[in-house]
């Protein structure tokens, strides 16, 4: 392959990923794509449901037999499902040519379809597809209602300005300097990460998931402000912006922090950690304290096996540390409106501990009467923001230490 094809090939991979964000941005809300399904793109939005091909040639002129091959994988599909008559999805092919355009006359019929689309030689032999597969005209006129040729879409600059212009439109509060610098790099990994996927159904996403995992300005931002100013003055960064509250006390509210330790866990530092947040992150106990100003923090440690966190709930309570962790008696089931319950001045408990990442929304579910607020400190990968309900506070804050925390609690 030349310099000059491979370029044109690795574009071309781009004008599609490019062509599947328009396509997930541009759906209606609950809208989905599935990223190299039967298609390049398959649209799954009500009416406007289609398998979509992409076509990129800037330097070829149009021939229908640059398009030929996809028409017959979309007939014979459409014939696979015994030609249904009532098909939502339609069939989308979507190509840029430097000329000859005016070679395809369109609306098509069922002859032009015939001989310019599904007849083609093969070894000195002429095949027919619409004979081979026994189509027959009824069912040919009902596929070409479902097909749609487009061969005068955007150019690669013009369809990668378009997406620019979506993501301002679609994300709120973002800028166009924003959508070249973060979000549209972003949102070209999560595509690609999709497309290469081995399994179908992970090569699906929505149009609120995407959305979702491409809005991280603030996780860039953040990484960025770690790496060139220094830990301290990241640590401190974080405690100004998430615990600062003036000169008032620390408001009631339930905070949940999650902390990924992995392989950086070493109980003596985990259980001073531990110890600290909940020394910062729960009420100041007084001799008259009202039961309903009494709160303490939640935290889940991802990461962490079984036996590492029964040994550092040991060395807390050997430390006098009252902690509840949602289970009333041993071999009961995780109850989390156990969890959730206010300490009182019995039980003065200065940490709930949230036992794994599939408690968690049920958990926060159980909250009522508070702020919630969400503090994930990750190193590798974010929490899955599915795990948390709408309308509660994320803040996802990337960390090349576990403990960071509690240098921000130190700042």
């Given at each position: 392959m030349t310099d000059r094809s491979a370029t044109a090939t690795i574009k071309g991979y781009f004008y599609q990923f490019d062509q599947t964000i328009v396509q997930l941005l541009q759906a209606t809300k609950h809208g989905s794509i599935t990223v190299e399904g039967v298609e390049d793109i398959d649209l799954d939005d009500g009416?406007?449901?289609?398998?979509?091909?992409?076509?990129y040639y800037e330097g070829t002129d149009y021939n229908h037999s640059v398009i030929k091959e996809a028409v017959i994988h979309m007939?014979?599909?459409?014939?696979?499902?015994?030609?249904?008559?009532?098909?939502?999805?339609?069939?989308?092919?979507?190509?840029?040519?430097?000329?000859?355009?005016?070679?395809?006359?369109?609306?098509?019929t069922n002859e032009f379809l015939k001989e310019h689309f599904l007849t083609y030689t093969?070894?000195?032999k002429v095949h027919k597809v619409h004979e081979e597969l026994s189509i027959t005209d009824v069912q040919l006129d009902a596929f070409r209602g479902l097909l749609e040729i487009d061969v005068n879409a955007l150019s690669y600059d013009d369809q990668q300005a378009q997406v620019l212009k979506l993501l301002v439109s679609e994300i709120p509060g973002c800028a166009d300097v924003d959508a070249l610098s973060f979000f549209y790099p972003v949102a070209i990994n999560v595509v690609q990460g999709l497309a290469i996927d081995a399994d179908e159904a992970k090569r699906k996403i929505t149009k609120d998931e995407f959305i979702k995992a491409?809005?991280?300005?603030?996780?860039?931002?953040?990484?960025?402000?770690?790496?060139?100013?220094?830990?301290?003055?990241?640590?401190?960064?974080?405690?100004?912006?998430?615990?600062?509250?003036?000169?008032?006390?620390?408001?009631k509210a339930s905070r949940f922090f999650v902390i990924e330790m992995a392989d950086e866990y070493e109980v003596d530092q985990a259980t001073r950690m531990i110890v600290r947040i909940g020394q910062f992150f729960s009420h100041k106990e007084l001799q008259r304290t009202p039961a309903a100003d009494r709160f303490c923090p939640y935290v889940l440690l991802r990461g962490l096996t079984v036996e590492q966190l029964v040994e550092l709930k040991r060395s807390l309570w050997s430390q006098g540390v009252v902690f509840n962790d949602g289970y009333p008696f041993q071999g009961a089931e995780f109850a989390p409106l156990m969890l959730v319950?206010?300490?009182t001045k019995e039980n003065l408990w200065t940490i709930k501990f949230v036992p794994s990442e599939q408690q968690?929304?049920?958990?926060?579910?159980?909250?009522?009467?508070?702020v919630i607020e969400v503090y994930d400190f990750y190193r590798t990968s974010p929490l899955d923001s599915a795990l948390v309900p709408k309308a509660r506070g994320l803040h996802s804050i990337k960390s090349n230490s576990a403990y960071l925390l509690q240098e921000v609690m130190q700042a």
């Open positions: 009416d406007d449901s289609a398998f979509v091909q992409c076509k007939l014979r599909h459409f014939h696979a499902a015994d030609c249904p008559s009532g098909q939502l999805f339609k069939y989308r092919l979507r190509g840029h040519y430097k000329g000859g355009q005016h070679k395809l006359t369109l609306p098509l093969k070894e000195k491409i809005n991280r300005k603030e996780v860039v931002f953040s990484a960025w402000l770690r790496e060139h100013l220094g830990r301290e003055y990241f640590a401190r960064m974080i405690r100004r912006k998430h615990f600062y509250f003036g000169k008032t006390k620390m408001p319950a206010d300490p968690l929304a049920q958990t926060i579910a159980a909250c009522t009467g508070s």
